[in-house]
């Protein structure tokens, strides 16, 4: 009888551990999809806004511009159903992303990627390369004569997305902001964003997963 008791003891932990740990599985995966309802609130009113001068200034850049805005909406729709993306699959996403700003700061915004082929199969949570370049972008006072200089490179088994400063009054923390992306980190990789910082550069390190 000890041993049986013992046996169903056992038995109906084991249980009450599994049916937890679905349960912490289910709120995680709850709390991401809330996470990534919060992205790119108003950046898609800004498009429409820059989309609306150049159609009145230059249609063929009107029209180009509308063929990276559609490939951004269709990144950004379908990959809600994805926490994770390939590191390839992010950055073409993100080409699209810059493409956009620079049609309306032309002469101020410089994007440089270092070779990353070896790691463009691994994974990160998506909108992670493009929540570090919009927090760029919005903490910065960049113009045409200082300019913002964004560069991704990799380091060892992370990424190290680096900006020049370029001073500018607090803002209003908007879009994904890094306390999200921070949490969508943990949540997805176990793991937290790293953020290197000094008087002249801010550089955000995310870790690269190697399975989805």
Do not use: W
């Not at 200034?57 to 809600?80: C, H, M, P, W």
């Amino acid at each position: 009888m000890i041993i049986i008791n013992g046996y169903i003891i056992n038995k109906e932990k084991l249980q009450a551990q599994e049916e937890n740990r679905q349960l912490r599985i289910s709120q995680l995966e709850t709390e991401n999809k809330l996470l990534l309802q919060q992205l790119q609130p108003h950046f898609l009113f800004n498009a429409l806004s820059t989309l609306k001068s150049l159609i009145r200034t230059n249609v063929s850049e009107a029209q180009d511009y509308i063929l990276k805005l559609s490939g951004f909406l269709r990144f950004s729709f379908n990959a809600r159903k994805n926490p994770l993306v390939t590191v390839d699959e992010e950055l073409i996403f993100v080409h699209n992303y810059i493409s956009l700003y620079q049609a309306r700061f032309p002469e101020a915004l410089r994007f440089d990627i270092v070779d990353l082929e070896q790691v463009k199969h691994k994974y990160i949570p998506v909108f992670a390369i493009q929540g570090a370049i919009e927090n760029a972008i919005k903490h910065n006072a960049f113009t045409p004569k200082k300019k913002l200089h964004i560069s991704i490179s990799l380091e060892s088994d992370h990424l190290r997305i680096t900006n020049n400063k370029i001073y500018k009054a607090e803002v209003e923390n908007s879009g994904i902001g890094l306390k999200n992306l921070n949490q969508r980190y943990k949540i997805i990789g176990g793991s937290s964003v790293e953020i290197q910082e000094d008087k002249t550069h801010f550089t955000l390190c995310l870790n690269l997963i190697d399975h989805a």
